[in-house]
Structure formats: C-alpha cells, structure tokens
C-alpha cells in the first residue's frame, strides 16, 4: 500500500508497484539526507522521503556560482511549503583546479565536493544515510558524477525502484508535485565546450543570457558558451518564434550587452547534454 498521496486517473499498475517498491526502500534506510536541487527527479525523492521517514529526512541544497538564484529560491519555496529540514551549503567549486579546467571529468570533483558536504551535514544531523536523484535514464549518458556518489557510498533510490524520467514526472503529478512538468535542468558549467576554463564571470555570463530567453518565454532553452559565440538551443518548435524579427534582435542585442562577440541559433534544437557530442 503506497504511503504518497496520489490522484489514481494518473497510475497505473507498474507505477504504483514502483512508487511502493521506492517506499519500501527509503523507509528502510531509517533516515536519510537528500542532494536536492529543486529538479524534477530530486524534489520527486525528497517528496516521497518526507512521506515516508518524516523529520528523518533532511533536504541539502548545494549553491554555487554554477546555481542560479532562482533555483535556489524555487528548491527553498519546496521545503517551506511542505515543512522539510533543508540545509542550503555555499559552495565554492571554482577553487578546485580540476573544475575550472573543464575537462569531460569536470563533474566529478563538482560532485565529490557536493556529496561531502551532504556527508558532513549528515553525519552533524545523525542521519544514517545520503541519496541522490538519478533514474534508469542516466544510466547510459555520460555522467562521470556516479563515479563520485559511488564512492561516497551515496544511495541511488530511483534506481533501486527501476523508474525512467518519463515515470517520475507522471508519479509526480499524481503526487500534486509542481515541479512534474518543470523542463530539465543541469548547472551552468555544463554549458561550457570541455577544454574552456570556468570562470564566474563566464557563468555570470551564461545566467544572465539564459534568464533573458526565459523572460522572453522560452522555459526550455540552453546557451551554449564557445569562447566569445553563444550558441542558443531551444526545442525545434520554438526556432520559429526566437528568429522572428522582434525576439532575433532582443536577443542579439541583449547578448553583446552581456558580452557575447557572436551569438547563433542551433538549428538540431536543444538536446540535453549536447557537449557530450564531442567526447
């Protein structure tokens, strides 16, 4: 018997043997501190820890120059409105050589001093256990992370249940979670072709540009930084309405104030993890 409250017009058998087998597995951990970023699979977990384990449960927030503001605010938003512990960690990855020289392992280090922190505050806490927000889908993308939360013995709990991101959203909007349709989300150091050093003004950079497209409409859109080009990716269908006149030149001319020397369309559209390409 699932413990979440759901609206059963959006289960189905398979979800609902995944959401108990996911409850049955945190409830075993006895407590358990969360990495939560406020994204669809992160808030989707600490969602259904809280429904199990209660006051067992605490929320870790990292935040970083890679982190815009208004994630953080959205992830704290979460907490307070359902009456979660969350612990927000002002984090400085940018001191780590590793990270700032932007190699296809940038995300590890990135991780391995996230998932410490999450092992600290734990351990201050009296909390038994941490967990991570991965699914069956980033199982076969390249994501060096896992490499640092398996050896920080950081547990995987979606992928203990089986379920895929597509699953996850449809349980959360069973659940009632506002974030079941959130478009996905990665850091902003992911926008950085490997091999480019990070700096904050570079992610300054990026925030800025990106805030500007969502302001203009455009919820699921990436900039891409090569060197002085920003490469913009939004989903196909919105192609159209970014290269109109009116938004064309906003967004030009609001770019090379932020300090883009060129500033392109991508014409495949967004595609997560895309930098991945060149690995």
């Known amino acids: 018997m699932s413990i ?59 935040a970083d120059a890679s982190v815009p503001e208004r994630e953080v605010r959205e992830a704290e938003r979460f907490c307070q409105e359902r009456g979660i512990r969350q612990v927000i960690c002002r984090l400085d990855p940018l001191k780590e050589e590793e990270y700032r020289r932007n190699g296809p392992d940038r995300c590890y280090y990135c991780k391995h001093g996230i998932f410490t922190n999450i092992q600290e505050i734990a351990r201050e806490n009296g909390i038994a256990y941490m967990a991570e927000g991965s699914n069956m889908d980033d199982i076969g993308d390249y994501r060096p992370g896992l490499r640092a939360a398996a050896e920080l013995s950081v547990t995987c709990p979606l992928r203990e249940a089986g379920l895929y991101k597509q699953e996850i959203r449809q349980i959360s909007r069973a659940m009632g979670l506002p974030t079941w349709s959130k478009p996905a989300y990665a850091c902003l150091a992911s926008r950085f072709v490997y091999g480019e050093e990070i700096t904050e003004e570079k992610l300054r950079m990026i925030d800025r540009a990106e805030q500007f497209l969502i302001e203009n ?25 970014l290269t109109s006149d009116e938004i064309r030149t906003a967004v030009y001319e609001e770019f090379k104030k932020i300090g883009f020397m060129f500033v392109t369309v991508d014409l495949r559209g967004y595609k997560m993890g895309s930098m991945n390409a060149t690995l």
Not at 17 to 38: D, M, Q, W
Not at 43 to 61: Q, R
Not at 217 to 241: C, K, L, S, T, W
């Open 217 to 241: 409409g455009f919820y699921e859109e990436r900039v891409r930084m090569h060197g002085n080009i920003a490469r913009i990716e939004v989903p196909p269908q919105d192609i159209p309405r």
């Open 4 to 62: 979440s409250k759901v609206d059963q017009q959006f289960m189905t058998d398979v979800l609902t043997e995944k959401l108990e087998k996911l409850e049955e597995y945190i409830g075993g951990l006895g407590s358990l501190a969360v990495g939560f970023s406020g994204g669809v699979d992160s808030s989707f977990l600490l969602a259904v820890a809280h429904n199990v384990l209660g006051d067992d449960v605490i929320a870790v927030t990292g």
